[in-house]
Structure formats: structure tokens, C-alpha cells
């Protein structure tokens, strides 16, 4: 009878879609078909994952806000049952420092309140001549240059890495550095002993630059650390991965925006115009909202576990339950945005879901506008006639990457 | 119609939605980036922008009482 009770549950185990989905080539921007369904028919399901259990998934953007706002949905990633990336990522479980990635409230709320204070407004609207220069100096360096030229190496990585080296206070000419330990760190199919090696040369190299300021600060994140450190808020190394985490999570992913962005808006050149022919800042502002919408790069699923049972959409979540918020989905939910699959820079989309919600909604998302608003708005005014090197299908997305895009996108004019 | 507005500067993850809607009503503490309300009863005209950053909080720190007068 047990027996037979196991079988009927490994069996419909079996039965349920595996998550995450291949897209098809035909449409890399775009969720995998058999995802776009299920925002409007079954906004919160199940599907299988990697290890063959079978979290929640949300796809609604209604359930999502929800989840993503109860504080008795979690990211203890030490929680039996929690939904893990990958295999990788769980094996790694116990050498992963407790983070604001990984923390819930109240030790979030310390990591996030050390975070935040370089991304109010104010702060990186002082960045805006700053990140004009940069992007300036490389398209002056792409128009003296041969073509085609690849966008991803040209433009796309240079300006957040220099962007967030300069916010930290770290010199550029170890951008390259970072680069390299940046994304083995993070990789979901990168070796426990890789990815460890990669955060601890990471790791080392700040805290001896927190301690260089320490001595002698400067106007910068790193040197805002320092204080901390003297002040005896937060230790060295704590202090170090604090400013890892800045790294890791910033450069990647609008340096993928800003490649995969173009080559959607070169698939679509009557929405390119809209931005290669405005001066106008608001829209700019609202052509950056559509473009994070349309192709929501965190692309894996937030991963979380409830630590109690939850109604919600007419289902009860568990406790102990794994719950994965898929954001592609839910930024094309058609409650939330009419004609979803549809890339409109017009529309109002600023209630997307691309840098999450809830309590972890992305710290850097000021700096990440500002980034894109000026990148999109400069490079195709300044190269009207910029276009595709090569075939559409030569491309080769990052489907196996936490954050979405392009390895290179060849580009000429 | 008027509007009361409240903050939650526990709950505020100070990623600052509400500023960039509504500037006039919201700023940010310089230090760590929390809410702070500039007006408690913001005029008519700032309604609309008003309930947009209640609803794109990510934290529910915003909370907005509407009350018709009669
Ligand atoms: C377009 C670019 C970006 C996208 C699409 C993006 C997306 C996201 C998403 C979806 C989350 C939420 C994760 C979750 O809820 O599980 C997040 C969190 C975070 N992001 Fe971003 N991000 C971007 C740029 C940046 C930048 C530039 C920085 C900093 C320099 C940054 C720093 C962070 C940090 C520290 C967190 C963790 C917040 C927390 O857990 O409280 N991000 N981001
Ligand atoms: S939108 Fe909410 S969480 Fe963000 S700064 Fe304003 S009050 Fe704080």
C-alpha cells in the first residue's frame, strides 16, 4: 500500500513540466512557449526541478507580489526542502557566508541598511556625468576603430564595470580581475572548489583595500565600510564580502541589458527609433522600464521556502514548501501588462517585476536605470545607423546563466 | 478628497520606487537611504503619483488613507 501510495506520487511527479524550460531559438526573447501559458490559466502551479522534487511555481504577477511581500515566504537557504538552482548550489550550501541574498529579516534589514546608502537617488543622479563620460569615451573608441566591433566587449561590460569599481573606490585597471573571479563565483555549473576559489581571491583583495581605507578614505562604498569596521558595526571580512556581493550582482547584469537590449531593439528598428529620435528624459525613463519588462534577464526563478502554511490563489503553500517566482513570467502576465508579448516602449510598465519585490528588491535598481537610461539613450542617437554583424541565429544567448544575454553580439554601421 | 500619507521607516528597504515617482512627497535619508515623507497631505494634483509609489513599494511602507470630506 505504501509502496503503492509512493509510486502514484513519483508518478505524478513525473507527469509534471520540468523546471526551467529551454526557449526556443526561434524566439530568444521570449519565455519557452509552454511557460507563456501559464500566467493567465494556472498562475501558480508545480513543476519538477533538477533534484526531482516539485515546488510551487508563480507565474502570476498578482501571486507573485503577494508571495514575494509575506514574511513567512523565505530565503534560509538551509531549510530542508528549499528549491535549489542547481546541483552545484547545494552542494556549495555550507561554504555560502549568510548574506543579504540569503538572509530574512531581522539580519537582512543590517546587511541592507549597510548596502543602500550609495543608491538613494540623490547619489546616483550624481553619477550621470560620470557614466555619460564612460559611455562617451567608448563609442568615440568604437567610431575610431575597425567594425564590426562586439558590443559586449566595446560597451556593454566596460561602463557598469567601471561604474561599480569607481562607486566601490577600486582601481580600473583591476576590472579585469574582477571580471574573471566575478562570474566563476556566482556560475551555477562552476565547481564547488572554482567558485570558492574565485569568492575568496575576491574576498582577500577587498578587505585589503578596506583596510588601505581605513588609513586614508576617499568619497566611495569601500571607504563606507571602513567607517563601519571602525566603528565596530561590521568585521573586515564581512565588510569585504559585503562589497563582493555589490560586484557580483551589478556588472553581469546591466552589462547583459544593454547587449540584449540592443539586439531586440535591432529586431524591431520602428522601437529603436522611438529612442534614436527623443531628447526627451521621461521617454527614455519609460523605454528602460519596457526593455527590463520585456526581457527580465533574472531569468531562473527566485528561489524561496514557506516557514508556514499560505492561502493564496486559492491553494495552500505549506510549510516546508519550495516556492519558485518565475519573473519572466509574471512580466508577461496579461492582468498586469495588456498585449504582453509584445515589446512597447510606450506602455507604463514600471510595475514589472524585473528586479524582484518584496524586501529583496534589488538594491541597485536606481543606478541600473540610470546606467541603461543613458547607454540607450546615447549609442543609437550617436550611431544612427548601427546594425546586426551577422545572422540572428549565429547568436549565442546565456541560457545557462543566472542573468540572461548575449556572449557577443557582433555590431557594425 | 483628501489624502493622508504614512511611512514605515521599519519596513522601508530604501529602494527608492517611491522618490522616483513621487519627488515632491518622498525623500531619502542620505545615510542608508530611508523614506522620509516631505508631506503629509499631499494637494490633488499629486495623488496620482502618490498612489503609484504605494503601489510599487516593494516593502508596503507607504500607507495611504483617501477620505472624502462632506
Ligand atoms: C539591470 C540590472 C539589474 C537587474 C535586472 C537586477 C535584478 C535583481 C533582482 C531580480 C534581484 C532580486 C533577487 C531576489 O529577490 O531573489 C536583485 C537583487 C539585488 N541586486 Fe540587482 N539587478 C540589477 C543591477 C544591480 C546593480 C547595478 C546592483 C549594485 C551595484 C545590484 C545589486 C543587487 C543586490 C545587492 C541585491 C540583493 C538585494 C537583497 O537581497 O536585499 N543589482 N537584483
Ligand atoms: S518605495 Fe518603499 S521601500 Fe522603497 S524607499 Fe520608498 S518607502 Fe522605502
Redesign the pocket.
Known sequence: MADTLADTANEAAASLPEYPMAREGRCPFDPPAAMRALPAERPISRARIWDGSTPWLITGHAEQRTLFADPRVS?DEHQPGFPHQSHAMAETLDHRPLT??NADAPE?TRF?RM?TGPFTLKRVEALRPAIQKITDDRIDAMLAGPKPVDLVTALALPV?TVM?TE?LGVPYKDHEFFQRHGVTAVDRDATPEQSRESSTALVTYLAEAIVAKMADPAEDVLSDLAARVKAGEVTVPDAALMAV??LI??HE??AN?IALGTLALLQQPEQLALLRDTEDPKVVAAAVEEL?RYLT??HTG?RRIALEDIEVGGETIRAGEGIILD?PSANRDPEAFPEPQRLDLTRSARHHH???F????????L??RVE?QIVYGTLYRRIPTLRLATELEQIEFKDDRLAYGVYELPVTW | MTMQVEVDESKC?AAGQCVLSAPEVFDQRDEDGIVVLLEQRPGAELHEVVREAAGLCPAAAIRLAELVEG
Open positions: 530565503v543579504i541574498f537582512h541592507r548596502l557598469p561599480i562607486l556581493v555589490l550582482a551589478g547584469t546591466s541589458m527590463l534577464i533574472a527566485q519573473l524585473a528586479f524582484g518584496g524586501i529583496h528588491q534589488c538594491v541597485g535598481q543606478l541600473a541603461l | 528597504i
